[in-house]
Structures are given as C-alpha cells and as structure tokens.
Antibody
Framework: QVQMVESGGGLVKPGGSLRLSCAAS????????MTWIRQAPGKGLEWLSYISSSASTIYYADSVKGRFTISRDNAKNLFYLQMNSLRAEDTAVYYC?????????WGKGTTVTVSS | DIVMTQTPLSLSVTPGQPASISCKSN???????????LYWYLQKPGQSPQLLIYEVSSRFSGVPDTFSGSGSGTDFTLKISRVEAEDVGIYYC?????????FGQGTKVEIK
C-alpha cells in the first residue's frame, strides 16, 4: 500500500528548531521527488519545498528559504524538513507528498505549534 | 509568484444538483511542452488533500466521472455533475508550471 507518514511535530518556542520526518512505503522512494506543504490553522495550502530523487535539485519557498532545509535518506525511505528559527507564523499542519507528475500521495500531516 | 483566484469561496448545493468552481491564474499555465499545469484537489473534513484532476481535465485514478475539469490558459473550471454527500470539503486549484507552486484560496462545498 502506497503511503506517507509524517512525524516530528510538536510545540516549540519562537526561535527554536524542529525536524520533521516523512516515511514512505509501497513505492520506489529513491525514484521519487518529494514535497513539503503546510496549512496554517483555518487557512489554505502553501507549498514549501521539494527535493529531487537524488537530492541534486532542491527548491524552497521564499517564506522558509534560509531557515528550513529539506533532505532525504533513500536507504531508509525517509525524507526530512529541518526547521530552524521558527516563528509564530510557521504554526501549521505540515504534509509530505509524493511528487510524480503531480502531488498524488499525501501523508496525514503533523502539527507544528510555535508559541512561547 | 503566480496568483490563483477561486470563485466562489463557498457553495451550498442540493444533493443531486450540479456545482461549478472557477479558478483563474494571473499568468498562463500553458507550458512550452504543450501541457497545462493546473490541478484540482479536494480536502475532505479532517483529511489531507487528495488529487482529483491533473493537467486541467484528466481525472486521477479512482475519481468518479461526476467530476470534470476544463479550461485553458488562465481560466479553469471544475464541475461536479451531481453533488453527493461525500463530495463535501474544500476544493483547491493549484498551478504547477512555475515555482513556487501556488494554490487558490479554496472553495468550501457543503450540502443543503
């Protein structure tokens, strides 16, 4: 069964750090581009970053560039979002998604709350 | 960034009746490869988004044929021919032609 499962969310103080993980299964992870998207409470969807299958190509939204780092471990079928210098406006549900021709497989999301 | 504008922002539909959602982009989504990178997603209550339509009009696997997409360039429409209870949720259009990929604000569909 094709699925993605996020983990690592939680409550963190402003300025703090958190690392999200996304575990993929049921497909050839090492051939797949992967994406992080978030949704602030009561708001719409915001694309954050994607990483190519070999990690040779990485892009970030301006809102997180310089603070967030995407990476992957193809041997473990995992990819990550390291989030530093967190702000209140980073509070959201964070989704990982497989990026084939489109975002076709999404995880259920992990919640990040940035608050003092 | 490409701005995606959806209308209406909310829709209340009688079961069995049709519904239509418009999505407009401020730049053409037609790529030089001939494809138009416009997608539709549905986020059911309490769930993550799910892909309905890709490249304007292609239904994703398992999506019922009551859903159809149309349009070109900067102007797109999602139509539900007969709304059912399980179609409630928030519908988002998304452009995938240029980074950052951007979504419309979402259209909330509910049943009367």
């Amino acid at each position: 069964q094709v699925q993605m499962v996020e983990s690592g969310g939680g409550l963190v103080k402003p300025g703090g750090s958190l690392r999200l993980s996304c575990a993929a299964s049921g497909f050839t992870f090492s051939d797949s581009y992967m994406t992080w998207i978030r949704q602030a409470p009561g708001k719409g969807l915001e694309w954050l970053s994607y990483i190519s299958s070999s990690a040779s190509t990485i892009y970030y939204a301006d809102s997180v560039k310089g603070r967030f780092t995407i990476s992957r471990d193809n041997a473990k079928n995992l990819f990550y979002l390291q989030m530093n210098s967190l702000r209140a406006e980073d509070t959201a549900v964070y989704y990982c998604a497989r990026n084939s021709r489109f975002l076709d497989v999404w995880g259920k999301g992990t919640t990040v709350t940035v608050s003092s | 960034d490409i701005v995606m504008t959806q209308t209406p922002l909310s829709l209340s539909v009688t079961p069995g009746q049709p519904a239509s959602i418009s999505c407009k982009s401020n730049q053409s989504l037609l790529h030089s490869d001939g494809k138009t990178y416009l997608y539709w997603y549905l986020q059911k209550p309490g769930q993550s988004p799910q892909l309905l339509i890709y490249e304007v009009s292609s239904r994703f696997s398992g999506v019922p044929d009551t859903f159809s997409g149309s349009g070109s360039g900067t102007d797109f429409t999602l139509k539900i021919s007969r709304v059912e209870a399980e179609d409630v949720g928030i519908y988002y259009c998304m452009q995938g032609i240029r980074l950052p990929w951007t979504f419309g604000q979402g259209t909330k569909v509910e049943i009367k």
